[in-house]
């Protein structure tokens, strides 16, 4: 039976990387997003070592509450989800192989952005608090080992509004591109966004910084078609055989300054 996580694993090539013994072992990945729950099974500390303090034994190495502390004092705290998903995919690791993230032997240092919102004006249940300064967004997360870095979420415009200078590259973006460029070693990937409904120009910041690696959402193949078959939901089957097009929801260039946006697409 083709399961949703064999089906990604097959359409990714993931299997391939696992059986080849490239499953992240050495690397340390860093996670800004809103809170992990370090209880779930996926980021649990390895069970082959109990009788001695062993910081390679440890998944999460690093965890830092930017925003507030109350997502590692409560693990059913709804600002856990986007960021336990994001680091499921990235490095979960599970029993269940069909389960296992791209990189499940890599461990993770994590930024907790995110904090609960309870205003009246808000358009989701949390806020995220980003940090404006570059020390403050990557320094921590690097001298745990991280040098790869991501970041799967963007500023927020109003429907329809179109990229701006203000908007895709602003002075937090030409400050990361700033510490990037006299910092190599260090790769950001950020989501190029959810506002592809309203066409063209709609990349916003940190997604439009020149040196990080902003990634799309495409659908591959035809193999999605089936995959689809049974959805009630018209909208998610859109354009879903053809392989050069982004999905409804994805974020598109150019950016305001004309520079081709995302630089990566994947299912």
């Not at 916003?204 to 020149?210: E, H, N, Q, V, Y």
């Not at 035809?222 to 959805?231: E, G, M, P, S, W």
């Not at 879903?240 to 994805?250: F, K, Q």
């Not at 004309?258 to 990566?264: A, I």
Request: aromatic share 8%.
């Amino acid at each position: 039976m083709m399961t949703p996580f064999k089906y990604i694993h097959e359409l990714l090539g993931i299997d391939t990387f696992h059986n080849g013994g490239i499953k992240g072992n050495g690397s340390v990945v860093g996670i800004t997003d809103s809170g992990l729950d370090m209880a779930h099974d996926q980021f649990k500390q390895s069970q082959s070592v109990y009788n001695q303090f062993n910081l390679k034994a440890r998944k999460v190495v690093y965890y830092e509450t930017y925003a507030d502390a109350k997502d590692q004092s409560d693990q059913n705290d709804r600002t856990c989800g986007h960021g336990t998903h994001v680091c499921g995919i990235l490095a979960g690791n599970s029993i269940d192989s069909d389960a296992l993230g791209v990189a499940p032997d890599a461990q993770i240092a994590f930024l907790d952005i995110a904090k609960d919102c309870t205003l009246s004006t808000c358009a989701s249940p949390i806020a995220l608090t980003i940090p404006r300064t570059t020390d403050a967004l990557f320094q921590n997360q690097t001298k745990a080992g991280a040098k790869i870095i991501s970041y799967s979420w963007g500023t927020m415009s109003n429907s329809g509004l179109l990229a701006s200078a203000s908007l895709d590259y602003d002075d937090q973006t030409r400050a990361i591109d700033e510490y990037l460029y006299n910092n190599p070693e260090v790769l950001l990937i950020v989501a190029a966004g959810n506002g592809g409904a309203n066409g063209a120009k709609t990349i916003l910041s940190p997604a439009g910084a020149k040196n990080v690696l902003t990634v799309g959402a495409s659908i591959a193949d035809a193999k999605t078609l089936a995959f689809y078959a049974n959805d009630t939901q018209p909208s998610d089957c859109q354009d879903i055989i053809n392989e050069d097009a982004l999905t409804l929801y994805s974020s598109l260039g150019p950016t305001s300054d004309g520079r081709l946006k995302p630089d990566l697409v994947v299912p």
